[in-house]
């Protein structure tokens, strides 16, 4: 039955059934065991034939635009024969009732082109579960033949970190601020970003836009670049003015020629697929210990030890680990 | 035979006796279970006079003129009656020859004055373990009287990071750059750094240093403050110049009145306390893991497959965790 169920499944996703596609997408968010079995059945068959799109992360936190300028960018690339699936990275989605992406007014006409597959948010109580589901789920759309597949995240709790390493360009998506030229970026961004576009720039805008750019130029040489041989520019974008999207396309494009040219491509790949087998490692270790009864009993007075200092850091490690 | 000797110990730090607490630094450092029980008593037992220092992290490449910085600084408070142990975490001392500290020519000077305590990098292999050790030996230092803790670093593999959670007051030193105004930051950095000090602003440097100063300020505007009511400062000094680095300290100062009247300070220090217990919990998880005889022999093997994308790294995880 597994065998055919397997089979279904791998036919399916090849052909590009969306509907068999989706099916397999909620067996891989599924919490039950047999359905995750199948999961990982399904993931190993459809893996050779994955790894071909252009993975383009986008983080921005609500009131970038960010949705408007993936369904501009999303209907370019579809216009020009591209198949675009879009995803997300939202750990909070679920908890806090608000979604990326879950919100089915949203990208309306993207959604209701047949070059384009979205998909929100997996459930998931751990950035780790949510965002290795989101993984799995990118491998199963590039297996269909999607060859663009779009990774938005709002960038809660390190989640652009996450999808940093799951994608082959992470694009940062800011606009300049309104009394303020000056945003807020949280921890990590500059350094795992390939680009940043300043958002919005049309208009009344568009020189505080430009005015944003170089400084967040000036701010971007400070920090050591991740490859050797691409400096994170900054672009400015629009959503409004003629092929305000596009620009931002031709740089990760760009990119892509560069990184294929001096195979760090390859090598980032490689690498991606390495750090990601041991973050699952780590996070599996952790759940394991999180999860341990005796560990859940204990925190509650071993940390009031700690904070009253009675005792060290280091010693009530000690005595974490020896209940594991 | 042992209850006298942490009498030993405990009598002769609190009593400031430099041999007696050089000696139990060693056996922090030893690797040897037994030195390691009763280091671990010594620290039980000292931990509750400890904390009353000003935990002060210092991060800076070579050539910044970070010995010298020290140095000065150190006279500077020495000379005020203040009691300050200088100690460093390079988790590349050993193994690159080179050590920060460990030059005996360096600081000769603050280590010949009767006020002050100069403990090289302790040795070994993984940089947790190094910071680790570090932490315990800043809480003998506290516990002996030493009311100035410096804690120095190369930045070598995130220990700017490490470094940073166990002080209360973290100073990223760097210099104009000599052809190009901008400097590589590492990772991490700009966004732990509770202040930033272009360092040598004197002579001919003066006008470059003060640029560099102003782009390092726009930078740590963009990066989101740790604190609610500190925004870190981009501050000039110089060991040539009178007051140079006296400066800095009055930056310290400030730093710890402010986190003191809101409150931050006894918050930042549990917080700390609480997280440097889960991250030596997790480095012990770790350890566990890599030096399980079953993983070493399997990793060459997983990896490939994981790289060759035979298998997802997913499965390659929860084949990895099944061995142990």
Redesign the interface.
């Known amino acids: 039955m597994q065998e055919q169920d397997l089979e279904f499944y791998a036919e399916g996703i090849f052909s590009g059934n969306r509907r068999v596609i989706a099916k397999a997408i909620t067996l891989v968010e599924s919490t039950l065991p047999s359905d995750r079995r199948l999961a990982?059945r399904i993931?190993?068959r459809v893996?050779?034939y994955?790894?071909k799109s252009v993975r383009f992360g986008i983080t921005g936190v609500p009131g970038v635009g960010k949705s408007t300028f993936i369904e501009n960018l999303g209907l370019y690339l579809a216009g020009k024969d591209h198949r675009v699936a879009v995803l997300a990275v939202d750990p909070t989605s679920r908890r806090s009732g608000g979604s990326i992406l879950g919100d089915k007014t949203r990208m309306e006409q993207l959604a209701a082109h047949e070059n384009t597959f979205i998909r929100p948010s997996p459930a998931g109580d751990t950035l780790g579960g949510v965002a290795?589901k989101t993984?799995?789920i990118m491998?199963i759309c590039e297996a269909a033949g999607y060859d663009v597949v779009m990774v938005e995240t709002v960038g809660v709790g390190q989640s652009e970190t996450r999808v940093s390493t799951m994608v082959d360009f992470f694009l940062a998506l800011l606009i300049a601020g309104a009394g303020d030229e000056?945003?807020?970026?949280?921890?990590?961004i500059?350094?795992v970003a390939d680009a940043v576009a300043i958002n919005k720039a049309d208009g009344d805008n568009l020189e505080r836009a430009e005015r944003a750019r170089k400084?967040?130029e000036?701010?971007l040489?400070?920090?050591?670049?991740s490859s050797r041989s691409w400096t994170p520019p900054v672009l400015t974008c629009s959503s409004v003015t003629e092929g305000g999207t596009a620009n931002v396309w031709h740089t990760v494009e760009e990119h892509r020629r560069i990184m294929e040219d001096t195979e760090e491509f390859g090598q980032r790949r490689?690498q991606q697929?390495?750090d990601?087998?041991?973050t699952?490692?780590?996070d599996?270790?952790?759940q394991r210990?999180y999860e341990n009864e005796t560990v859940k009993r204990k925190i509650p007075k071993?940390?009031e030890k700690?904070?009253k200092?009675?005792?060290?850091?280091?010693?009530?490690?000690?005595e974490?680990?020896s209940y594991i």
């Open positions: 990982s993931i190993e893996i050779p994955s790894g290795a993984r799995e491998l000056l945003q807020g970026i949280k921890r990590g500059l350094e400084e967040y000036t701010a040489h400070l920090v050591m670049p490689r697929a390495l990601w087998m041991w699952m490692v780590e599996g270790l952790k210990l071993i940390s700690v904070e200092e009675l005792i060290s850091p280091s010693a009530a490690a000690e974490i680990l």
